[in-house]
C-alpha cells in the first residue's frame, strides 16, 4: 500500500492526559499502575485508572453519559485534536469522513449499575439506563460521529484486545474502495466489572504488578484509555502507516495458538502490505499482555518472521492492559518512539523468561527509530499488526 | 459519494421466522410463495465441532446457521474467506447473565460466558470451525449494522482482494433488557461477496452514499420483518437478488443517511 499519512494523534490513559504525559512516563520510567478502588471491586489486583475525567457529560449528550464516553470526550480534548479535526472537516466536508473506532465494552458500565438498580417488584431497568446511547457498542462510535459531526461511514470494531489496531485496517480500507475520503480512527475502553471479574474467572488477573516476558509473569493489569488519529492522504505529516496485517488463529476461544502461527502471519502480512522487510523494522511494540501463554506464543511469532535481534517490548508494564484502546494505545506509543528516537524497556520486567528468545529490552535505547511494528491480539483468535514508520 | 466500484454476490444465506433458508426465502420474495409467519426453533447447524457446539450460545448457532446457507450454495473454500460479522448487541443474553451476576455476592462470573461475551465471538466460532485464518472484522452500527458491514465486506474485496462473507445477525435479549432494546426476532443474513465475476454471481453491487429513505418492502409482513431485526435492514437488497432483477435500493446507515446499492444481474 501506499503510505498513509497520520495528521494528528493523541492519548489519554492512566499515564496522564495527551501525548507528552506519555513520552514523560515513557522516558522517566513510570508506570500507571496503582493499587486503587475501583467501584464495588473486592479483587486484588493492580488497575490503571484515568484521572480527572469521570464528570457528566454536558447537558446537550446527557441521553449518552457513562464512564466511556465521558473518557471519549476527555480524549478529544487533548493536543489540539479538536482543531485537527476541524480542519480535517473543512478540507474534506464531514460526509466524507470516517469514523472507526475500537471497543471491548462500550458503556457495559452504566449496565452494571442499571442491574443494581433493578426495581425489586418488576425487574425493571431504571429510565434513566440509555441502553442505545451507553451500553450498545456502536455508542462510543455514534458519539464521536456526532460531537465532531462527521458522516462518513461510522463503526465501532468489537474484536477483543485488537479492536482499536483494527480500525486502522478498516480505515484505510475504506479510503482506498472510496467510501470517504480521510477517517478519524481510534479506541476507548473504560474500566467495568464486566472485564474484572470476567478476566479473573479465567485465571487471567494478576495479583502482582503486570510483568511483561518476566519468568515470574503472572498475568495482566487491566487499564482504560481513550486514543484517537486522523488517517489524511494528502496530511504533510511526519508519519505514516506503512502497513497493517490481519489474520485469525482458528485455534482456541481464549487462548492464543502456543505456536504464534497467526501472530507470525499477520506481522507478516503487514511488511508485505508495505513492502518492507523484516530487517528493516527499528523496534516492535509487542502485545505483550503478560500471561503465561500471550508472551512466549508472541516471542515465537516474533521469532519466526524477525529472528531474535529486533529490539521489542511490552509498555503494558506502564499502561496495563487497556483492551479494545491497547492497539490505538500502542500505535500512539509506536508513534512517540519515532518522534523521540527512543525504544522503551520492558517496564517491571526483573528476570527474562529464559523461553522467550525474542530480543526484549530491559533498558531503554536511544537511537534513530524509523520503522515500529505494533501488535494486538484478542480474544477469539483476532491478530492485528500494524506497522508505522517516518516519511522519508 | 459516487457509486463505487462493483463486487459480486456469489451467495445469499438467511435464517429468520418464516424464512427459514435461501431457497425458501428466495420463493417468498419472488411472490411465487405467501409469508407465513412461523415460530423459529433455534437453529442446530452442522459446521460447529463436536466441543464447540457444546459451549456455543444461540447467538453463535444463529450466526453460524446464516453462513452455513450461504456458503453450501458457493463452490468457494470457506477456510479461504475473509469474513465480516455485523451485529448490533451480539450476546444481550450474556450480557443480563453477568450483569445479574456482579450484584450477587459473591460475583461468580462463568468464564464461559465472558469468553462467549466478546463481540467476536461469532466469528471466533467461525474461524475454529472452518479453519479460516483470513482478515475478520466484527462491528456494530446499531440498526445500521447490515450497511455497515456491507460496506466493511466491499472494502475488503475491493482494496485488499479477499473474497469475503458478511454475516449479520441479532437476537431478541431477554428481560428487562428486551423493554430497552426490543429486537422483536431472531434473524441472520449473508451473503459471499467476490471481486471477480464467477459462474455462480447472482449479481453486481454497487454502494454510495446518499440522504434518502430507506426502501420498504411492499408486504406488511415482510415490512414488520425488516423492522424486527437489524440484519433483516437487508430485506429490500435480497428481495431483488432473488428476483434476479436489476434495482437500487436504499438501506438504513445512520439516522438521516442511506447506503444505496444498486443491483445488476449478469448480462
Known sequence: MKPLPIGAFTVTSALGAGRDAHWRALRDGTTGLRKVQFDTNTLDCWLVEVADFDVPLPEQWSDWD??????????????????????????????????????STSGVQQTELAYRARDPESGRLPDWFKHRYTQNIFS?????????????PTLAISTACSSSAKVFASARRAIAAG??????????????????????????????????????????????????ALLDPNADAPIAMLGYGETSDAYHMSSPDPEGHGAAAAMQAALTCA????????????HGTGTMANDSAESRAVCTVFGTSTPCSSTKGWTGHTLGAAGIVEAAIAMLCIEHGFMPRSLNTRTKDPTIDAAVLLEDRYAPVRKVMSNSFGFGGSNCSLLFGARA | MSAGERVWVEAVGITAPGLANWQAAREVLRGESAYAAADMPLPAPQLLPPNERRRATPTVRVAFQAAEDAIRASSLDPAALASVFASSDADLNI???????????????????????????????????????????????????????????SALVLADGFDTLLVAFDLPPPQPLFEKRPIACIAGVSLILTKARRPESLASLRCSHVHEASTTMAVPQLEELRHGNPALAALPLLELLALGRSGRVVLPRGSNAGLAVTVEPPS
Do not use: M
Open chain 2, 95 to 153: 450480557i443480563h447473565r453477568i450483569s445479574s451476576a456482579l450484584t450477587q455476592t459473591p460475583r461468580f462470573v462463568s468464564p464461559t460466558d465472558f469468553h462467549n461475551s466478546v463481540h467476536n465471538a461469532a466469528a471466533g466460532y467461525w474461524s475454529i470451525a472452518v479453519g479460516a485464518r483470513a482478515p475478520s472484522t466484527t462491528l456494530s452500527a446499531y440498526d445500521f449494522s447490515f450497511a455497515a458491514g456491507l460496506e466493511e465486506a
Open chain 1, 179 to 228: 467510501a470517504c475520503d480521510a477517517a478519524l480512527v481510534g479506541g476507548v475502553d473504560s474500566l467495568c466489572l464486566t472485564t474484572l471479574y470476567g478476566f479473573n474467572s479465567l485465571q487471567l488477573v494478576s495479583t502482582d504488578i503486570c510483568r511483561p516476558a518476566d519468568a515470574a509473569r503472572s498475568g495482566i493489569s487491566i487499564g482504560e484509555a481513550a486514543g484517537f
Open chain 1, 66 to 103: 457513562c464512564r466511556n464516553n465521558r473518557l471519549a470526550l476527555f480524549g478529544l480534548h487533548q493536543d489540539g485534536f479538536l482543531d485537527a479535526v476541524a480542519k480535517l472537516r473543512a478540507r474534506y466536508g464531514g460526509e466524507r469522513v470516517g469514523v472507526f473506532i475500537g471497543t
Open chain 1, 140 to 152: 462510543v462510535a455514534d458519539f464521536v460521529a456526532k460531537v465532531l459531526d462527521l458522516g462518513g
Open chain 1, 275 to 286: 513492502s518492507v522487510e523484516a530487517a528493516e523494522v527499528d523496534y516492535i511494540n509487542l
